[in-house]
């Protein structure tokens, strides 16, 4: 089956840095990944749509120079949180979708930051 | 934010039991999707619905998609331990990039 990597799952960092987080699609090749931010208890917020080749494109409220997106190859999209805060720790889980029918997405495991 | 109307948000049931949720949404999708999360985990993909009246099983699983729809159910019968989890229903719309999730439904299954 498809199976989409993250890396790091977790990562502590302290305020004022920056941290990138990476996702890869292991089998297959994505045009297109999306980028989620997951609170305690709730549900996934789509944050950012990734495309190959071209910007990304930010749902309203998501600060594209915070959150800096690049989606280099057809198999890896990564995700900078720059100048980290405290507010900004939470569960980063990316997606990957199919280039082909049916276009299915595969989540990748999520990644945990925390910031201190 | 939110389009989808996902109930209950946590369920408390005994082994054995059958369990049913479901989700509605103000406007139309072209595909819902149930997955299931397990704690600190992504989500995994259980079952897709891509025609309206559709009706589909995975094992104990079985998901329609509404004839309208605006809406979709997961049953899952004869509830296990390892059914313990979150469920999300997701919709999608035509052009694949727009997909939305429900709040969850926080399944606990009594041994």
């Known amino acids: 089956g498809a199976v989409v990597s993250q890396h790091p799952s977790r990562v502590i960092c302290k305020s004022g840095t920056s941290v990138k987080i990476e996702c890869r699609s292991l089998?297959?090749?994505?045009?297109?990944m999306f980028w989620y931010r997951q609170f305690p208890k709730q549900s996934l917020m789509l944050m950012a749509t990734s495309n190959e080749g071209s910007k990304a494109t930010y749902e309203q409220g998501v600060e594209k120079d915070k959150f800096l997106i690049n989606h280099a190859s057809l198999t890896l999209s990564t995700l900078t949180v720059t100048s980290a805060h405290p507010e900004d720790s939470s569960f980063y889980i990316c997606?990957?979708?199919?280039?082909?029918?049916?276009?299915?997405?595969?989540f990748g495991p999520g990644t945990r930051l925390t910031v201190t | 934010g939110q389009q989808l109307n996902q109930s209950p948000q946590s369920m408390f049931i005994q082994e054995g039991e059958d369990v049913s949720m479901n989700c509605t949404s103000s406007s139309i999708f072209n595909t819902w999707l149930w997955y299931k999360q397990d704690p600190g985990e992504g989500p995994v993909l259980l079952i897709a619905?891509?025609?309206?009246?559709e009706l589909t099983s995975n094992g104990r699983l079985t998901a329609q998609f509404g004839i309208t729809r605006k809406d979709s159910f997961l049953n899952i019968s004869a509830s296990i331990p390892s059914d313990v989890g979150i469920y999300f229903c997701a919709g999608q719309r035509r052009n694949n990039n727009d997909m939305r999730f429900g709040a969850g439904t926080r399944l606990t299954v009594k041994p």
């Open positions: 089998d297959f090749q994505a045009t297109t």
């Open positions: 619905l891509y025609k309206a009246g």
């Open positions: 997606s990957a979708r199919e280039n082909r029918g049916p276009y299915e997405q595969y």
